[in-house]
């Protein structure tokens, strides 16, 4: 009889990935072990490579989850009429989030940029997507509230910025 391919996976990796997600937002990659990563998802150490390989691949696999989540609900968020007003709920949200328990672990993206770049290529990518796709999300509800008159001309749309926000 064939022998098959191993036991079926015992846990939901997109679980395993929110969790780690969580741990990495509260230590950093650098001072994130894998004692840490066993212990914030529950996952044995077999588990955790045989699903994600390494701990830089669990990394990029939370940091994909993280940016998926916040582009989407901004997304949704600016996407509300009227522009201003989705403008003011949004920058509403950042500010309750800041000042919120969960705000003080920071931004998942801001921190990665901060400890990361420009050494490593596969961040660098996926921070550089995620802030030009926050720009393009502004850029395009400031021009959908200038053509409705919400906001005034004189704004320029493309001020979301003007500099490259991640290295080369």
């Given at each position: ?16 990935v ?101 050494d ?13 796709r ?5 850029a ?7 053509a ?21």
């Amino acid at each position: 009889m064939p022998v098959g391919p191993g036991r079926p996976r015992e846990f939901d990796a997109d679980e395993a990935v929110i969790d780690a997600m969580t741990v990495f937002q509260s230590r950093g990659y650098a001072a994130t072990s894998l004692v840490h990563l066993i212990e914030g998802t529950g996952l044995s150490r077999g588990s955790l490579y045989k699903a994600f390989n390494d701990k830089h691949s669990l990394f990029l696999a939370a940091l994909d989850r993280y940016t998926s989540d916040s582009l989407s609900r901004l997304s949704s968020d600016l996407g509300k009429e009227p522009a201003r007003d989705a403008i003011l709920t949004t920058l509403r949200y950042y500010a309750r989030q800041s000042a919120a328990t969960k705000g003080l672990r920071g931004c998942l993206v801001t921190a990665t940029a901060m400890e990361l770049l420009p050494d490593d290529a596969d961040v660098r990518g996926r921070v550089r997507a995620t802030f030009s796709r926050m720009q393009h999300l502004l850029a395009m509800v400031i021009r959908k509230g200038q053509a409705s008159g919400e906001i005034s001309l004189r704004h320029d749309a493309g001020w979301a910025c003007p500099f490259p926000v991640v290295p080369d």
